[in-house]
């Protein structure tokens, strides 16, 4: 979809729709919709007179202007109570247009901004959700169909139309802005979405690459030998059991001052995870092609800060490989030597995010990086504690927790702490190596995490439980956005680049 900036009135643009919108309660339309009503000679008023017409959330109103207005069609769309409206409802009214018009078979609309007159909502910040919530929301994922409806419309574009001409440059750098950041989420979520025979370690490899090139970003990979070189046994030891050859991608961006070190973002890349010997009942292996979600936001948040030049240095790491039985797969029993040294006794094989995890954080700690942030798939413990609807978060650093918390509640990507109290060790303790891969019944989320701490050192790191979070079921257990549509939600993405872009600025 085309986004673009006119400067203009709303009530002179030619389209096959204008969108305004109006507030709950309001009876006599201000600002933009106000304008329209007038030149509509008082259609809108009407409706609202009539009752149908309420300014609910989410409500949406068409009808066709005939003639009095360059627009073939208007859109009402309701912002609801105003005491309730922030960013979030900006997104999803924006969103609801957005998918409602292509229903109605509109491919090509003009938009007032919403909630920049009486809601109060700075521009620049209502520019952004608004692109997201049409972006984000309008999104499908359609490369396996083959069958369409045939009144099934795409759509192609969308104008903003701004009043004062002043404020043209900032709703252009706001669209350009979003626009990026919504384009790597619905790329992370087709990389989620795709089939696991599609998107095993080699092919993400060189999805990986291929986004390198386009960008001023730095790819290597390693292959299973590599890896072997580099003592990764943990990674190795998920890898083993399926013949599909592992990779284990890094990416490096430098934005930020020469010398400055970086900040490292991890990503769990299980493309496929039967379980392993530890194997899966056929019914929770249905979604599994989508534990590489972590994987897939670090490569779209390394795509997207390139594209917007944040001023800061990141590297990338996703560890990628199958999870699979087979003749060579490691045993329950068996014990694996990590990059660090710290030896992991396996007795569960599903346990194995943790596993190539342990490498990609120590391999992570040997750029010295300022803070290390990973996102796993990694216990359905964490989605019994927090649900699909929110992220778990657990670290050794409470300004970065805290920076992630301001974050999620901004984009909507919620975060919320689970304790590392270190009385919990005891349940990873082994009998035979230095620690165990699984911690028994209780706190599986914090007995996982508690596991990845021990190979950051020192570094300030959090780690985010994306396991509830990387879809969204469109039921009543996930969360009901107009700009998360059933299917992957590309978690994380959102999330880490407003992390990045206060990077720099003080708690
Ligand atoms: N990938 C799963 C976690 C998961 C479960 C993600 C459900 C999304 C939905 C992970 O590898 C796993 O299997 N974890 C086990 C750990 C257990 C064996 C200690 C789990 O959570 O059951
Ligand atoms: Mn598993
Ligand atoms: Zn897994």
Redo the contacts with the bound molecule.
């Keep these: 979809m085309q986004i673009q900036a006119t400067h203009g009135r709303i009530e002179e643009a030619a389209d096959s729709a204008i969108v305004v919108n109006l507030f709950q309660g309001v009876n006599a339309p201000g600002g933009a919709t106000g304008a329209v009503d007038r030149a509509l000679e008082g259609m809108i008023a009407e409706l609202i007179q009539g009752g149908d017409l309420k300014g609910k959330f989410k409500e949406v109103v068409l009808f066709r202007t005939g003639g009095r207005i360059p627009a073939e069609r208007v859109l009402v769309v309701g912002l609801g109570d105003q005491l309730e409206f922030g960013l979030d409802r900006i997104r999803e009214t924006s969103a609801r247009a957005a998918t409602f018009l292509r229903e109605s078979g509109v491919s090509s609309y003009t938009t007032i901004m919403h909630g920049t007159g009486i809601g109060g909502v700075d521009l620049r910040e209502a520019t952004e959700a608004l692109v997201e919530g049409a972006l984000l929301g309008s999104y499908r994922f359609n490369r396996y169909r083959t069958e369409r409806d045939e009144d099934e419309v795409e759509l192609t574009s969308m104008t903003v139309a701004v009043k004062d001409a002043e404020n043209l440059e900032t709703v252009q750098e706001a669209i350009q802005w979003a626009r990026t950041v919504s384009e790597a989420t619905n790329f992370v979520r087709d990389l989620v979405a795709s089939p696991a025979r599609d998107k095993t370690p080699r092919e993400l490899a060189r999805v990986a690459q291929e986004v390198a090139e386009g960008a001023s970003i730095q790819c290597t990979v390693l292959d299973e030998k590599q890896a072997e070189e580099l003592n990764m046994g943990g990674f190795l030891g998920v890898a083993r059991g399926s013949s599909e050859p592992p990779r284990f991608i890094i990416l490096e961006y430098h934005g930020g001052p020469k010398g400055e070190s970086p900040i490292a973002l991890v990503g769990k890349g299980?493309t496929f995870?039967s379980?392993?010997l530890s194997l899966?009942p056929a019914k929770s292996m249905e979604t599994?092609k989508e534990?590489m979600a972590g994987a897939a936001a670090v490569i779209g948040v390394l795509r997207a800060a390139a594209e917007l030049k944040l001023p800061v240095n990141l590297v990338g790491i996703a560890p990628c490989t199958e999870?699979l039985p087979g003749g060579r797969a490691t045993k329950p029993g068996d014990v694996l030597t990590t990059h660090l040294g710290t030896t992991i006794e396996v007795l569960n094989?599903?346990?194995?995010?943790r596993l190539v995890l342990s490498d990609g954080l120590g391999y992570a700690t040997t750029f010295n990086p300022q803070a290390i942030f990973d996102m796993a798939t990694l216990t359905g413990a964490c989605m019994v504690a927090l649900g699909r609807m929110t992220t778990g978060m657990m670290g050794t650093s409470e300004e970065l927790m805290d920076r992630l918390r301001r974050a999620g509640a901004k984009t909507g990507d919620y975060v919320w702490p689970l304790p590392l109290y270190e009385e919990y060790e005891e349940q990873i303790k082994s009998d035979i190596a230095d620690v165990k891969n699984t911690g028994g019944k209780y706190a599986g989320a914090i007995t996982a995490a508690l596991l990845l701490k021990r190979f950051v050192k020192d570094v300030p790191w959090v780690h985010l439980d994306i396991a509830g979070t990387r879809k969204t079921t469109g039921e009543a257990d996930s969360l009901q956005k107009e700009y998360l549509p059933k299917g992957p939600t590309g978690v994380g993405v959102r999330l880490l680049i407003q992390v990045l872009r206060d990077w720099n600025q003080a708690t």
């Design positions: 299980i995870d379980g392993g899966k599994m534990d999870n094989t599903d346990a194995e995010g």
